[in-house]
Structure formats: C-alpha cells, structure tokens
C-alpha cells in the first residue's frame, strides 16, 4: 500500500448525561475497526484538550498511546491549554484483539 491518505482522526462527543455508559468506548471501537479493517488505514490519531481526563481515559482504553504532549497550543473554553495527541497503528490494533 502507498503512503496517501494512511491515517485518520478520531473524535467524540458526549452529552454529560450518557457518560459512564460504555457508548463512546463501543462506538469509538466500531470506528477504529471501520478505519482499519474497510479504508485500510495505517493509523488512527485523536488530539485532545489535556484538562480532559476521560477522554484520555478512554484513548487509552481502546489501546491509544500519548505520543504527544503539546504546551498551551490548543484554545478552548476562553484560555489557551495544552493538548495531547493518541495513536494507534492497524498492526497493534489487530494484535490485541488477536487478529
């Protein structure tokens, strides 16, 4: 496969009242497994505002690691934070879920 359009973004939102249920782990896997297993991507990345531990929380539960850790580069909620950037290659993907 060529190096073209090789990798994705991934990115959630959810309303506060459905949160703790499970909703954005199964969706954000059903989109991991869209991204690798029907386009082909090599690899999947998420950016996100470093304040938000439950996003963090769930990169890492669908097997993301931090690669990135920017200082005050990202503008959200009326100040400039810090954003962290999680990856996953289709081959570290495929290996945890054995395939």
């Not at 359009?5 to 782990?25: C, F, N, V």
């Not at 497994?33 to 950016?47: C, D, K, T, W």
């Not at 996100?48 to 931090?66: I, K, P, Q, V, Y």
């Amino acid at each position: 496969q060529g190096t073209g359009l090789s990798e994705g973004e991934i990115g959630w939102t959810l309303l506060p009242q459905h949160a703790g249920r499970g909703y954005a782990t199964e969706a954000a896997n059903a989109v991991l497994e869209m991204g690798f297993e029907h386009y082909g991507l090599r690899r999947i990345v998420a950016n996100l505002d470093a304040r938000n531990d439950r996003s963090a929380a769930l990169c890492e539960r669908l097997g993301m690691r931090r690669e990135v850790h920017k200082r005050g580069d990202f503008w959200s909620k009326g100040r400039w934070t810090d954003s962290y950037e999680y990856a996953l290659l289709r081959d570290e993907w495929r290996a945890a879920r054995g395939t």
